[in-house]
C-alpha cells in the first residue's frame, strides 16, 4: 500500500522537477507541465502515461487504474489510488511519468545512475 510519503522525496530529487500547489493540490512539474498530481486528501494519484498504451492499463487492472475525466481524455494521463499501488510500483510510475516531460539525455542518465529503477521508498517495511 503507497502513501505520499513514498513518492514525495522523489519528486523533488528528479532533475528540473518542483512542486506546486495548484487549489490545495500537490503536483510536481518540470517547466509547466504537471507530470504527476495527488487529491486534495492525497490519497489518489494521476500520473502522465502514454494515451495509446491507457486503455490496456486500465482494462488490464481496473481496481487499480481508472482513465481519467472525460474534460480530460485528450491529455496523456491516468489515475490510481495510492492504497492500490505499492511503494515501487508508485514510484515507477512517478519516473515514467517525468520521463513523458523530459528530454531523453535526462531519461538515460537517471537509468545509468539508477540501474535498479526508483527503488521501494522510504516505508516500504510497513
Known sequence: MAVLEDVLDLGSELERSYPVYVRGRLKFRVG???????????????????????????????????????????????????????????????????RMVVPLKLSRAYDLAHPLGPGPGPNADR
Open 32 to 98: 509547466q507541465i504537471v507530470y504527476v498530481a495527488f487529491s486534495l486528501d492525497n490519497l489518489q494519484m494521476g500520473f502522465a502515461f502514454p494515451k495509446e498504451e491507457r486503455a490496456a492499463l486500465v482494462g488490464g487492472d481496473p481496481k487499480k487504474f481508472r482513465m481519467p475525466a472525460t474534460s480530460d481524455l485528450r491529455f496523456n494521463w491516468v489515475e490510481s489510488d495510492l492504497a492500490s499501488l505499492d511503494s515501487g510500483e508508485a514510484r515507477e510510475f512517478v519516473v515514467d511519468g517525468w
